[in-house]
């Protein structure tokens, strides 16, 4: 299994959980990155029978309280 993230510090987390994963510094949300994840991913699986991307971007706003919160339409 190969995990991707934008954060080293999220990526060392998550192998450090998961344990026998090739992780990749990379941003699924960037269309630019995605040629060279599949160059990544193919260094150690030359065919795929599944990827999944998931790229989540929420919008936020400042309440009047400080914190943030999720914009919803």
């Not at 995605?34 to 990544?40: C, E, N, R, S, Y």
């Not at 790229?55 to 919803?72: E, F, I, K, L, Y």
Request: charged share 15%; proline share 4%; net charge neutral.
């Amino acid at each position: 299994m190969a995990i991707t993230g934008r954060s080293a510090s999220g990526l060392t987390a998550t192998g450090e959980m998961l344990g026998d994963v090739v992780l990749l510094h990379n941003d699924a949300g960037d269309i630019g990155q995605q040629p060279i994840l599949a160059a990544q991913l193919a260094k150690s699986w030359p065919r795929l029978d599944i990827l999944y991307i998931n790229a989540v971007m929420s919008p936020t706003c400042r309440c009047r309280n400080g914190m943030s919160s999720v914009m919803t339409n």
